[in-house]
């Protein structure tokens, strides 16, 4: 009976300073983004476009560029993930194709982003011709984050009680309309979770824009879905691997990683606070 408490008292322990360990690494490495970046962010840094090689000016159109292409990527990957996860929740008869579906799902989640970019590269760039630019990249961030807002959002389906789907039927409702109107709206602050995972990720990423939607530097803001953006991911590997002055804009990139940071929690956590009402409003 001790050696079991002692094992038990032992696996909290160490679950517990996991986390500490995870909270600090994560709280020492903002700290350090925010020391660094905290004295380039001002308000024309925040406004105006780069100038002097990149070594002077702001970041305006690589912030709005990447609010477009995270935008862009949840509008397709959102209803693509939730349909679809309705489909293999709801209405697929289990079986082995299903099962393989499931299977190809979760390793397309783990594909490395850069294969994203050359599928994007190749489809959409060359085979479709809509050339390097903004749908070019919303799409291959959205067929990115799909994996992520699939799964996430079958789950939260499958968490909704079998009795809700039973009394709905049971009332007369149809299948759909149930799903629409009972199953949808319980199993929302999941699909929410998996939304603000993908948004993490979808702003945050560098390859697979790269190869379709990042530009080095253009100077007017984009009128079109089909014109090519700076975005903050790229704009920092730009200042820090291939720009003419990389210690002069050493500034310059800590400032632009700590609002590339502050852009996606803001995002997530406008997410949070709409899951957050949507858990509140049931409860009422």
């Known amino acids: 009976m001790k050696w079991r408490y002692f094992k038990q008292n032992l696996f909290?322990?160490?679950?517990?300073?996991?986390?500490?360990?995870?909270?600090?690494?994560?709280?020492?490495f903002l700290v350090y983004i925010f020391m660094n970046g905290i004295g380039a962010v001002n308000w024309d840094f925040l406004t105006l476009p780069p100038r002097d090689s990149m070594t002077k000016g702001g970041i305006m159109p690589?912030?709005?560029?990447?609010?477009?292409?995270?935008?862009?990527a949840?509008?397709?990957?959102l209803p693509l993930g939730v349909v679809s996860a309705i489909y293999l929740s709801e209405y697929a008869k289990q079986g082995p194709v299903i099962r393989l579906i499931r299977i190809g799902?979760?390793?397309?989640?783990?594909?490395?982003s850069v294969v994203f970019g050359l599928f994007g590269l190749g489809l959409f760039v060359v085979f479709l011709q809509f050339g390097s630019c903004i749908l070019s990249g919303a799409l291959t961030l959205g067929f990115l984050i799909?994996?992520?807002?699939?799964?996430?959002?079958e789950e939260a389906l499958k968490g909704v009680p079998q009795t809700f789907r039973e009394a709905s039927?049971?009332?007369?409702?149809?299948?759909?309309?149930?799903?629409?109107?009972?199953?949808?709206?319980?199993?929302?602050?999941?699909?929410?979770?998996?939304?603000?995972?993908?948004?993490?990720?979808?702003?945050?990423?560098?390859?697979?824009?790269?190869?379709?939607?990042?530009?080095?530097?253009?100077?007017?803001?984009?009128?079109?879905?089909?014109d090519e953006v700076m975005a903050l991911p790229y704009h920092v590997y730009v200042l820090a691997t291939a720009g003419t002055h990389i210690e002069e804009t050493r500034p310059i990139q800590y400032g632009t990683i700590l609002v590339l940071v502050a852009l996606v929690s803001g995002i997530d956590l406008i997410a949070i606070i709409m899951r957050s009402y949507i858990r509140k409003k049931k409860r009422w």
């Open 146 to 153: 799909l994996p992520t807002i699939i799964g996430a959002s």
């Open 74 to 77: 949840i509008i397709i990957a």
């Open 12 to 28: 909290f322990v160490t679950v517990r300073l996991s986390a500490f360990i995870i909270a600090l690494s994560i709280g020492a």
């Open 105 to 112: 799902i979760n390793c397309l989640a783990g594909v490395p």
């Open 169 to 226: 039927l049971g009332l007369g409702v149809s299948k759909w309309q149930t799903i629409l109107r009972i199953v949808l709206p319980n199993a929302l602050p999941g699909i929410l979770t998996g939304s603000i995972l993908g948004i993490g990720r979808a702003a945050g990423e560098t390859a697979p824009i790269m190869f379709t939607a990042a530009a080095f530097f253009t100077a007017k803001l984009p009128t079109s879905i089909f």
């Open 62 to 72: 690589a912030i709005l560029g990447t609010f477009y292409l995270t935008a862009g």
